[in-house]
């Protein structure tokens, strides 16, 4: 089964930037990643996807035109690049892969990193 890997969080402060990574193993060929976000107390939040068969992405109002989603299929590495990030961006962020981008839910993943922690200085 898939397994992926993450890297890239830590501490940013307000209207910085951040890249996250996702790495996949064996292969991202035939899986589409999600990224959800996670803030303290609350669920998982759907923020974006990149699809699987091709590079197309979708994207949560909350992060669009702030948040991109681009993939490395040869290095099997998906990442998300944040920009002008704010105090709500805090919280966990997830990468996780179904076999498309179709479903809103994560309870729809098949596979999930462990997580990462980003944290927004107010």
């Known amino acids: 089964q898939m397994q992926l890997v993450q890297y890239g969080g830590g501490l940013v402060q307000p209207g910085k930037s951040l890249i996250l990574s996702c790495i996949a193993s064996?292969?991202?060929?035939?899986?589409?990643i999600a990224w959800f976000h996670q803030a303290p107390g609350r669920g998982r939040e759907r923020i974006g996807c990149?699809?699987?068969?091709?590079?197309?992405?979708t994207y949560a109002t909350s992060v669009e035109g702030r948040f991109t989603i681009s993939k490395a299929q040869l290095e099997n590495t998906v990442y998300l690049q944040m920009y002008n990030m704010k105090p709500e961006d805090t919280g966990v962020y997830f990468c996780?892969?179904?076999?498309?981008?179709?479903?809103?839910?994560?309870?729809?993943?098949?596979?999930w990193g462990k997580g990462t922690l980003v944290t927004v200085s107010s």
């Open positions: 064996p292969s991202l060929e035939f899986y589409a």
């Open positions: 990149i699809s699987g068969n091709d590079d197309s992405t």
């Open positions: 996780a892969a179904d076999f498309t981008c179709a479903s809103q839910s994560h309870n729809a993943m098949k596979s």
